[in-house]
């Protein structure tokens, strides 16, 4: 029996609970049980001692630090607890005291055992669920889809394979928590408790916790899947059209960069507009290459696992853009120098046919009377302002500066070869002006001979005119004349002296100066006639007595 005590003990013995209860079994009245604290073994124990040895008069073989240790003394204790059971043997009923001791003791033992239980469970449970959950907030993804996905499936794993064994841990710590306190219960004591931080509402916490954690990881996990299948599916668009950009650069490129292109210059207006074309499908793709330098940039922002390989692609392809705007720009610069050139090319061929045009207009015809050559003279200013307007023509032609390369010398030549037919023109065109002058002094001249001519003729015929002696007022109406005749012959001496000059400017003029000499021999008969009729005149009338010579 004393064994039997023994081994009952031996379960509790650290924390003194065991000799307590076993007093209290059989002396309730001794021990207040349910005041005891079971982590204060030493108090536990000098309680059981000191009551045993003054209530039971059991003498106290043992000392508290002698039990609670690893292995205590196995014959000490079992002497120690034979004087229990000599002791509780003389009580009445001793076989059944006896057996009541040893259903408390395991029950005791039991009660205990689930305890411990409880919390080894407890602590490995509440350490796997805080591990767990700062596992399930990282977020420290790999940055690529395959791994995503795998990262995926381990979530599932965890869910299906590693989480199912520490729920039912759950359950089995709440079965065994429910387990102690039915065992407390049946033995008269106060319900379990378990300290701070092990309680069932924490582990029901934390389990609420890990769910949360699991929520946030999974939706994690979905948006992190769902912006790298973005990004995969951008990549692969991004790398789709980059193909077809690199296609119809490289072809482009190729084409401005043929030797041949643009070299038929006889037809450069053609050429031009086929150059406008091309430009224009060009820079219309202007858009789709700066959307990839964004798709580029997206992927770069977004972090994608190949960006390097993207923007180094994009900037590429940018690069070859700028390279085939260069070369768009380069021929449009070309082809609009040789188009300008072409046209002053043909501006020059067109004046060039305005001055044979004029001077094919040049006649020698110099006029055939005054009218006449003031006709033609008009018609000469206006050649002569379309002569100044080709001077300026030229004169802009002139001040244009090109590569001396085979198309600008022809330019060059062609206002050499300009210049001399314009001076050529302008000979003939100041030849022409002093022609119809010449013409014009030479008409004018004969009208103002003529003129003088029938001055005198119509003064000869005053002369000549039958005179009436016995009208006296008819005399004197005609001395009157006779002198005005006299007085205006007077001022045609310096009309003659003019037309002399006249007459010797123009000694290439055949019978000019005897045309003014017959004026002259005209004037003085005319003179010598006025003279002898003015005397005769006035020897009839002796009341007039004038001179007019």
Known sequence: MAELYFYCLIASWRNGLGFNALIHAHRPDLIDYNSLVPSRHIDNLNNAFDTAENGLGIPRLLDAEDIDVSRPDEKSVLTYVASYYHTFARMKNEMKGGRRIANIVGQIMEADGLKFKYDRLTTNLLTWINETINKLNSREFPNNLEAIQKELQLFKDYRTVEKPPKYREKSEIEANFFNINIKLKELNQNSFQPPDGKLLSDIERAWEGLEKAEYRRETALKTELLRQTQLEQLAFKFNKKSDLREGY?????????????????????????????????????????????????????????????????????????????????????????????????????????????IISDLDTNHGQHLNDVEDLLQKH?????????????????????????????????????????????????????????????????LADLEEEEAWVKEKQRITKSKLNLNDSSSVQRLLVQLKNIGDELKGREKIIERLKEQASEMSGKEGVEGKVEDLEEKVKLLKISVKERFDLLQSYNKSFQVSIF
């Open 381 to 445: 200013n206006l050649v002569e302002s379309q002569i100044s307007t080709i001077a300026e023509q030229i004169k802009r032609l002139s001040k244009h500066e090109f590569d001396k390369d085979k198309e600008g010398k022809v330019l060059e030549e062609k206002i050499v070869s300009l210049k001399k037919s314009y001076e050529g023109l302008v000979q003939l065109s100041r030849k022409r002006r002093e022609k119809l002058e010449d013409s014009r002094n030479y008409y004018s001249f």
């Open 249 to 357: 650069l490289k072809d482009m490129i190729q084409v401005l960069s043929d030797p041949r292109y643009g070299v038929n210059l006889g037809q450069v207006e053609a050429t031009m507009k086929k150059h406008e074309a091309i430009s224009a499908d060009i820079l219309a793709r202007e858009e789709r290459c700066l959307q990839l330098k964004s798709m580029a940039d997206y992927l770069a922002e977004q972090n994608y696992n190949k960006k390097e390989i993207v923007s180094k692609r994009a900037a590429e392809i940018m690069k070859t853009w700028a390279e085939l705007i260069r070369l768009l720009e380069t021929h449009k610069k070309n082809l609009t120098n040789y188009n300008n050139l072409y046209g002053l090319i043909r501006e020059a061929d067109t004046i060039e046919l305005v001055i044979r045009q």
